[in-house]
């Protein structure tokens, strides 16, 4: 290259770039690249074997005849709603509060919802929204999916780490975090949590913690943010949203369309129906400053994804349980597999100091080992043994190796699940005997 050619330091560009979670991704994704023959435990993507193209154009249709019927046949009108800029807050908020309404019992103001480019842009604008000065923080569950600790540094908003238990988040730790922030001059704006099925644990809160948390939140004066993409992969008869059980907009709620909807659509949204005093412009919400960040960020949400996902509602009577029944026996019967596999091969007194939780429903098994399982121990793995699994630091935001690694199997064949067990086996039984 020129020896002219600019070169920028990293430490002149945003302090979030020199930190590992922003290498954690492009990792993981490179490693994978790597072995393309290995058997990924490592990737919480949802199963393709249903992936079917001619879905997209159906479900587009099927939102075009819903919309030129609300707009009296106006086909300008359904030509411009799809193709061109559109809301910012989105198009098919009433859809949406019509699904939350029916899989989640939660009723929600359309208007309160701004439709994002996936649930990450969501909780990338609620952090920026929420933290205004330098001691604003923010409470989460640590271990955390990779994105809220990246989303936080982003806008510079330290994570207090709560404790969890096999229960979920331990409310007595939190309570502890947030009367020690509080001392030392912080203000804790809210706290994340994924009630169900969370990344990385698949931890489940109970009904009586969530209905504590919202007490604490009430009593403490901080926001919950519940974040739930994985809810409806589980029993139907689980414990409710905590958003349903809110009856004071404590909750902001941060929906995805990844898991139940379609994935490469990128849609999520906010229901953030929190008023907003002092504007200039009347009474507002959570959600009409939300869509002023975004109007920012990503202008909107690209109306014809929108639409895709409306068409996949509307054929579904807004039900994404109904319209998830093979995912959902799929990512259950792969679970089930997962368990019993790890029994048959660790269980007993086979492997001394390996164990693992089980979780009823969503993605993730976390399986202890006896070593420090670390980036480096994932390369030999996958080198030695082409499996793949995920090292349990890359979701405390720090490089210090943990004893546990995230095992996800929602997007493999049972044949897959077999196979990479062994593997597994192999690579840890081998590990702990040295
Ligand atoms: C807990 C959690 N929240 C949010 C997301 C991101 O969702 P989306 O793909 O809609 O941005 C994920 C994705 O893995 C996740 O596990």
Redesign the pocket.
Known sequence: MNSQAVELALGTLHESLGSPVSESMNFLNEVAQRYPDAISFAA?RPYEGFFDLDDIHRHLETYRRYLTERLGGDEAAVSRTVMQYGRTKGIIHELIARHLEVDEGITADPESIVVTV???EA?YLTLRALRRRDTDVLLSVVPA?V?MHGAAQLVDMPVLPVEETPEGIDLDHLVAVVERAKADGLTPRACYV?PDFA?PSGVRLSLEARRRLLELAAEHDFLILE?N?YGLLGDPDGPPTIKSLDDAARVVYLG???KTGI?GA?V?YVLADQRVAGGHGGPETLADQLAKIKSMVTVNTSPIAQAVIAGKLLENGCSLRAANTREIETYRSNLRQVLDGLERRFGGEKAPGVSWNTPSGGFFVLLTVPFAADDALLESSAQLHRVLWTPLHHFYADPEPRRVIRLSFSHLRPQEIEEGLDRLAAFVLGRSDG
Request: glycine share 24%; proline share 12%.
């Open positions: 919480g996936g649930c990450q909780l999916y994105g994924v990344n974040d993409p995805s369309f990844a994935p990128r999520g």
